[in-house]
């Protein structure tokens, strides 16, 4: 097993080189035949924690698929808890690793596709590995802890011709879809979209610092492991066990380990933006405190703003991750346009759609009578007799998509998507390439916040 930092350059210097070989062939062109003499796809699993579960309680009812091996440096409680799943609902056991090197070794000849699902900063060097193992990798968001790690993705992607998906599943989901195409792009609802507001504002229950039972504290992974396995990276002294279980648990607290709340909540959020506008940003504002949780290495709140040149015109986007509470309705990104406003959201009920009063009400009548659209409520005015009539815009109507264009399962069409790839019956809705063009600019919030210094975007911050 090598030291997480050791990988991450040995790949990185060698994908780098070695990048431009196959830059610009469409993905769907290299994806090679099943392994299997059948269409069956035969899956490993890197990382079985949080995620993973929910990746696999979607992937296990999607038939033509077997489950190979699984691997997560905590054999019991997560390890053994994934096997004993995959064993009661398919009946068979599937080979466990603890190393993920290894797993892919003794493996990779006889998988198809990794799903990698492990805290941000293994995330490189896991898809790198799995892709020359000649493995398809499915990888969650945020691509990596660190530019350098995302594009070293890319570079993987390239050269071994294997399909690497990212897990930004709004990419495929049938409502996000549904909203740019047929109302964004073809019905033209919005008008020109000048302004974008996005949010995840979560509570305090929602942040707390995570803990393992005291009684099963053994199932954790011992203090040798963690420091092997990179959870002391960032600290130039020894740390004891209890440390190294807090920075385990609670990865997404350290600098050296993870992006903080913008990357881990922002990153869905802000590729909503680039994708929707069709434009990355040319530059952000930022800033950020440690306003509650002073003992956290991330910023706990995080306000900025992005300036683009659309294909439509100038527009500002303005985003905020907030970790202290959940006002304002959850999370969703909100497209305000001279015409309407879309608010959009993995929630089908913080998705709403208003048209502004201007906008004469038999227009959208057809629209609605061609079922593009339902109407919901005409606009309500606040009231009282402090209104001042002069000042106040006429309040909007209040419309909604059609039912049926939700989810049950906002992963399952993304991970479809991903699987007909391999079948060569589709093209990836968000293959590493696109997910870097669109997250590339949200690596750079977290310093403009630290520094208190606009960030004007050239090649070589966003390139891929
Ligand atoms: N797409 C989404 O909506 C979404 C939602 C939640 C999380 N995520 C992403 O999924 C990833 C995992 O998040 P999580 O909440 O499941 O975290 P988690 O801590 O619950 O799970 C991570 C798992 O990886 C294992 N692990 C750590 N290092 C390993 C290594 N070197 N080799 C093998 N296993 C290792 C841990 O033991 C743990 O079981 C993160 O990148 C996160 O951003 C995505």
């Not at 994806?31 to 296990?60: F, H």
């Not at 699984?70 to 995959?86: N, P, S, T, V």
């Not at 990888?139 to 070293?152: Q, V, Y």
């Not at 039972?213 to 992974?221: M, Q, S, T």
Request: with cysteine; hydrophobic share 35%.
């Amino acid at each position: 097993m090598k030291d997480v930092n050791q990988i991450n350059r040995r790949r990185f210097i060698k994908t780098s080189t070695t990048a431009g070989l196959t830059l610009g062939m469409p993905t769907i062109l290299k994806s090679n035949p099943l392994k299997a003499a059948s269409d069956e796809i035969r899956i490993g699993l890197i990382g079985c924690g949080a995620q993973q579960e929910v990746l696999y309680e979607t992937m296990k009812n999607i038939p033509g698929i077997r489950f190979v091996a699984a691997c997560d440096i905590m054999r019991e409680g997560r390890l053994k808890k994934m096997a004993g799943r995959i064993r009661s609902a398919f009946g068979y056991l599937v080979n466990r690793y603890s190393d993920a090197e290894t797993m892919l070794e003794k493996e990779g000849k006889h998988m198809d596709a990794v799903f990698v699902a492990t805290p941000d900063f293994w995330h490189a060097p896991h898809t790198v590995m799995a892709l020359e193992a000649g493995c398809h990798v499915y990888c969650e968001k945020m691509m990596s802890d660190t530019l350098e790690g995302a594009r070293s993705m890319v570079a993987a992607m390239d050269r071994t011709g294997k399909l690497c998906q990212i897990g930004h599943q709004r990419r495929s989901n049938p409502r996000y879809l549904y909203v740019l195409n047929e109302l964004i792009r073809k019905q033209k609802i919005c008008g020109q979209i000048v302004n974008v507001n996005g949010q995840w504002n979560r509570s305090l229950g929602s942040s707390t610092e995570k803990t393992y039972p005291k009684e099963k504290i053994h199932h954790l992974p011992d203090a040798a492991t963690l420091r092997r396995y990179g959870f002391n990276r960032g600290v130039d002294r020894q740390l004891d066990a209890a440390e190294l279980h807090k920075r385990f648990l609670n990865w997404r607290f350290y600098k050296a380990l993870s992006g903080g709340p913008i990357s881990d909540l922002g990153a869905h959020q802000i590729d909503i933006f680039n994708w929707y506008l069709g434009a990355r940003p040319k530059s952000v504002h930022a800033s950020g405190g440690r306003s509650y949780f002073d003992d956290r290495e991330h910023f706990d709140n995080v306000m900025c703003l992005f300036d683009y040149d659309t294909p439509q015109g100038n527009a500002r986007a303005f985003y905020q991750v907030l970790t202290t509470t959940s006002a304002g309705g959850g999370y969703y990104e909100s497209f305000m346009g001279t015409k309407a406003t879309i608010n959009i959201s993995e929630r089908e009920a913080y998705t709403k759609i208003y048209k502004e009063s201007w906008v004469p009400s038999s227009e959208w009548r057809k629209l609605v009578d061609k079922g593009y659209l339902k109407k919901v409520s005409a606009g309500h005015s606040a009231g009282g007799s402090d209104a001042i009539a002069s000042y106040e815009s006429a309040p909007p109507d209040e419309y909604a998509i059609p039912g049926g264009i939700g989810l049950n399962t906002p992963y399952q069409h993304h991970i479809q998507n991903f699987f007909e790839a391999i079948r060569g019956k589709a093209k990836l809705n968000c293959d590493a390439r696109h997910a870097l063009e669109s997250e590339a600019p949200i690596y750079w919030v977290n310093q403009a916040a630290e520094t208190n210094e606009a960030i004007t975007f050239t090649h070589e911050h966003l390139h891929t």
